[in-house]
């Protein structure tokens, strides 16, 4: 603020006295009273100046006081002592830290001055700090050790020799001492001494601390991993709650296998234990956590089957392993846990869980098939039914009833039995929203596939508004779409794939992003939509099991069109239907074609992995299948069966599963 202070207050001090008549009393007051205000609002206007003034001035830091500056420096001085120790520059890191270390002794610093006495070869300075050292406190050991060193670098192994072995003679009966005497060998790269060290330990200690952990710890520095899974399995002899730190050590270590070859080792070494040692089931239990975090669902079997039996469980495990292997398409493994669980009677609280999730299973087994036998299926249908038979209300029972509609619908031309089944599913007490959401949208895939398109587009339409915001209501918002894909509304089912390209699930953003493209590839208001049209109608017509005649649409397509983007599509389409039919070798082909002339294109990743899953299980031909897994690796990183495609190849490589 610009104004002069001394100047105000001079005019405001300085007011001339009006000369008044002082018997006049009024004149005389009313004067007086205005000098006196006009000198409290001039002392007030000063003070908000001065004020004004005083903000735009900083305060004064406080005195920094010795002992603080002292602090400052110190720590500033170990900022650079330790950079010159970084770059190398030991003579100048050496000067600082001989000052600080004189200033303020500790072992920090001790170290840091003896090694970078040890780098510029002042030998006989390091031995001279290390015996005052000594002489100060003769029980501690890793002085002796730091000795040693100063002396193994000076070319006297000799002699550093002995002082180790010294060391190791003049351990005592102390935890902290061990310790300390361990830490100084391995500080200086003695691995061995430190090992030494540590069993010299256990016998003085009379294995009441076994050092199993940091002994292991060692072994893995040297890279001795073998010996390193001994301690850790040694320590579950001495203390059986020591399995879940076992298992989190053993999964770092792990974690860094890069050829296979500590996987490969540790199964050996559990394997030989467990056998070995019938009677210690920790091995056992340790077995089957191993084999599950490698997905070896075989032999997690064997094992949780070996444990139930030992300890009487509850088949915990079983029921586990059975839900694992079930996502990993493991199908084998799954019905075996689950027949084992219900061998073991009423009894047992998975009995009833496991009797359906059996059926489930092998009707999951079944339908994953490209052409399932019809007797399968009907052996399946009848299993259900007896399942059904005395609770076909039950609300447990509502994946069966589910399955079993799809079943009768889909593949065994029983459809009117199918949404008889559903209806009443839809309207059973004690289901949850979810699962009647579930018992609509199969309802609904049933009335599409039976021709009832405005029924179905409802059911539809009431899963997605129940779940607006979940994957449920996606998929089922996803199926509509394709309803009006199917039934020629091609710029709604549009509008509802836009939507859906962000969805959570990535399989289902994957099949929106992919019809979306479809229809504005193929689509245009001004030109003619023949080509997409018939092509949505062989997609109809393969949907409800019409193979022939979507098959003559598709060629129909084919001889209108020279060249047309939709081709790619209708070769594609073409290879589902003949492996569908079972005609494996031509589907094949025909993926191939597709990879061929549209290597670049949508449906091209798609191609290859059908490619590849159809040599793998159906042709057997595994050379070939890896070929492909290996096509779709390199050309397509990143395709949404890249995480797939590399199990798989591995698994036909002969890998371990990982």
Same mark, same amino acid.
């Given at each position: 603020m610009n104004i002069d202070l001394q100047m105000m207050n001079k005019k405001i001090s300085g007011l001339e006295m009006v000369k008044v008549n002082k018997t006049a009393d009024p004149v005389y007051s009313l004067v007086n009273s205005w000098l006196i205000v006009r000198s409290f609002l001039g002392v007030f206007l000063i003070f908000l100046v001065s004020a004004g003034n005083a903000q735009d001035l900083k305060p004064d830091k406080p005195p920094i006081l010795p002992f603080q500056q002292d602090a400052l420096q110190q720590g500033n001085d170990e900022s650079i002592a330790t950079q010159f120790y970084q770059n190398h520059e030991y003579e100048k890191a050496a000067e600082i830290f001989d000052r600080l270390y004189d200033e303020k002794p500790s072992q920090y610093y001790f170290q840091y001055l003896l090694s970078c006495l040890v780098e510029i070869k002042e030998y006989g300075k390091a031995e001279r700090l290390i015996k005052k050292n000594l002489k100060g406190d003769p029980n501690a050991l890793r002085y002796q050790v730091d000795l040693g060193y100063v002396y193994y670098r000076a070319g006297n192994t000799d002699k550093a020799k002995k002082l180790y072995e010294d060391a190791l003679k003049k351990l005592q009966p102390n935890q902290q001492q061990i310790f300390d005497l361990s830490n100084a060998f391995l500080t200086h790269g003695e691995n061995e001494y430190a090992l030494r060290t540590y069993q010299a330990g256990r016998q003085l200690l009379n294995n009441t601390y076994p050092f199993g952990f940091e002994m292991a710890s060692v072994y893995e520095r040297m890279g001795d991993f073998k010996n390193a899974m001994e301690e850790y399995l040694n320590l579950l002899g001495v203390n059986t709650s020591y399995l879940v730190t076992v298992q989190d050590r053993i999964q770092m270590v792990l974690a860094n296998d890069v050829n296979n070859e500590k996987n490969e080792s540790l199964r050996k070494i559990l394997l030989s234990r467990a056998q070995k040692n019938p009677d210690k089931a920790y091995y056992a239990e340790l077995l089957w956590w191993y084999s599950i975090q490698q997905k070896d669902f075989d032999l997690a079997l064997v094992e949780a089957k070996s444990l139930d039996r030992r300890l009487g469980g509850n088949g915990e495990k079983l029921a586990m392993l059975a839900s694992l292997a079930l996502s990993n398409e493991k199908y084998d493994v799954a019905i075996e846990c689950h027949q084992y669980l219900v061998s073991k009677g009423k009894a047992c609280p998975y009995y009833d869980f496991s009797r359906r999730e059996l059926v489930n299973t092998r009707y999951i087994q079944a339908v994953s098939e490209p052409s399932p036998p019809k007797k399968m299926l009907e052996t399946i249908e009848h299993e259900f039914r007896e399942l059904l038979r005395d609770g076909s209300d039950d609300p447990e029972n509502i994946s069966v009833i589910r399955n079993l509609a799809h079943i009768q619908a889909f593949y065994l031309d029983k459809p009117a039995e199918a949404v008889d089944l559903l209806e009443n599913a839809v309207k059973m007490n004690g289901i949850s929203t979810a699962e009647r959401a579930k018992c609509k949208i199969e309802l609904a895939d049933?009335?599409?596939?039976?021709?009832?398109?405005?029924?179905?587009?409802?059911?539809?339409?009431?899963?997605?508004?129940?779940?607006?915001?979940?994957?449920?209501?996606?998929?089922?918002?996803?199926?509509?779409?394709?309803?009006?894909?199917?039934?020629?509304?091609?710029?709604?089912?549009? /509008?509802? &794939? !836009?939507? %859906?390209? +962000?969805?959570?699930?990535?399989?289902?953003?994957? #099949?929106?992003? $992919?019809?979306?493209?479809?229809?504005?590839?193929?689509?245009?208001?001004?030109?003619?939509?023949?080509?997409?049209?018939?092509?949505?109608?062989?997609?109809?017509?393969?949907?409800?099991?019409?193979?022939?005649?979507?098959?003559?649409?598709?060629?129909?397509?084919?001889?209108?069109?020279?060249?047309?983007?939709?081709?790619?599509?209708?070769?594609?389409?073409?290879?589902?239907?003949?492996?569908?039919?079972?005609?494996? /070798?031509? &589907? !094949?082909? %025909?993926? +191939?074609?597709?990879?061929?002339?549209?290597?670049? #294109?949508?449906? $091209?990743?798609?191609?290859?992995?059908?490619?590849?899953?159809?040599?793998?299980?159906?042709?057997?031909?595994?050379?070939?299948?890896?070929?492909?897994?290996?096509?779709?690796?390199?050309?397509?990183?990143?395709?949404?069966?890249?995480?797939?495609?590399?199990?798989?190849?591995?698994?036909?490589?002969?890998?371990?599963?990982?």
């Open positions: 049933i009335l599409l596939f039976t021709d009832d398109v405005w029924q179905a587009t409802l059911l539809y339409q009431q899963a997605y508004q129940d779940f607006k915001y979940d994957v449920l209501g996606q998929e089922a918002k996803f199926k509509n779409a394709k309803l009006s894909f199917y039934i020629g509304e091609f710029k709604w089912a549009q /509008a509802q &794939a !836009d939507v %859906l390209k +962000a969805a959570t699930s990535k399989f289902i953003s994957n #099949d929106a992003i $992919a019809l979306s493209l479809l229809i504005s590839e193929n689509f245009d208001p001004d030109s003619s939509t023949v080509a997409l049209g018939l092509y949505a109608h062989a997609d109809l017509l393969d949907y409800r099991n019409a193979e022939v005649p979507a098959l003559q649409t598709l060629d129909s397509i084919l001889a209108m069109f020279a060249v047309h983007p939709i081709l790619q599509h209708v070769l594609y389409k073409k290879a589902e239907i003949r492996r569908k039919q079972g005609k494996f /070798a031509e &589907a !094949d082909s %025909l993926f +191939a074609q597709v990879v061929r002339e549209y290597p670049d #294109d949508i449906l $091209a990743d798609d191609a290859v992995m059908q490619s590849a899953a159809l040599n793998e299980k159906q042709l057997g031909n595994p050379e070939k299948a890896m070929a492909r897994y290996l096509e779709l690796l390199d050309k397509y990183p990143g395709s949404i069966y890249v995480p797939d495609a590399r199990r798989k190849y591995r698994s036909l490589r002969g890998d371990k599963p990982q």
